[in-house]
């Protein structure tokens, strides 16, 4: 895998903490287990580098809206 900036791993790390406190959080107000929700990250309109670093920062799943956009992220992120 190509480098990442580590300064944007940093970012991205800190962003997650907060989801996944707020997924914490919502989960114990309904009495639901936080490990069967699943989060999906949203890449469309990203650049490769910012969805380099967020897997850098274990996120595994992507969502794009095109077709198109999703093929081209794939090929370039093949490594």
């Known amino acids: 895998m190509k480098s990442v ?3 944007l ?4 790390s800190q962003r997650l903490n ?3 406190e707020a997924i914490k959080g919502a989960c114990a107000r ?3 287990n ?3 929700v699943t989060l999906v ?3 469309k309109r990203q650049p ?5 670093a967020a897997y850098a920062c274990g996120l595994r799943r992507f969502g794009e809206n ?4 999703a093929v081209a992220k794939m090929d370039a992120l093949a490594d």
């Open 5 to 7: 900036s580590p300064e």
């Open 66 to 69: 095109y077709a198109e956009e």
């Open 41 to 43: 990250t949203v890449s």
């Open 18 to 20: 907060k989801v996944n």
């Open 48 to 52: 490769v580098e910012i969805i380099r």
């Open 9 to 12: 791993i940093s970012v991205i």
């Open 30 to 32: 309904v009495r639901r």
């Open 34 to 36: 936080p490990n069967e």
